[in-house]
């Protein structure tokens, strides 16, 4: 009776050890959880730049050769999301030497619209436009 009692005590201790680690480990994802959320929201705003810098980096692969994903992708976000560049239509500046913004940036397409007057573009920059 004595042996059955001790070995019961036993596997009860062994149960409560597995539990204590258990959700020590619990704790500890939910603490790096917490610090991760914390970090992220100390730095939104340099993660912001750097993906605004990222993304008007990858404007100057549009239309490049090997580069027909990137192409098509910047053209499917300004015509379904009604935007133009990064922060705005003259992003595209940059790319086209003040020239003109890819088909994609216009009101109503056609060819060659972008080529003719800012008017006709969109105005709304794709970055803050995409984020909501």
Request: glycine share 6%.
């Amino acid at each position: 009776m004595a042996r059955a009692c001790l070995q019961a005590v036993k596997y009860l201790m062994f149960a409560f050890n597995l539990l204590f680690w258990f959700f020590l480990l619990l704790l500890l994802v939910f603490l790096l959880e917490a610090t991760i959320a914390i970090l992220f929201f100390a730095y939104t705003d340099k993660i912001d730049r750097y993906a605004q810098q990222d993304l008007k980096k990858g404007l100057h692969l549009y239309g490049t050769q090997g580069n027909v994903g990137l192409t098509n992708a910047w053209s499917i976000i300004q015509t379904d999301f009604r935007c133009c560049g990064v922060s705005n239509y003259t992003d595209w500046f940059e790319v086209y030497n003040a020239t003109r913004v890819p088909d994609s940036c216009c009101l109503e397409f056609s060819e060659s619209c972008g080529l003719h007057a800012p008017g006709t573009w969109w105005k709304a920059p794709c970055y803050e436009t995409v984020k909501v």
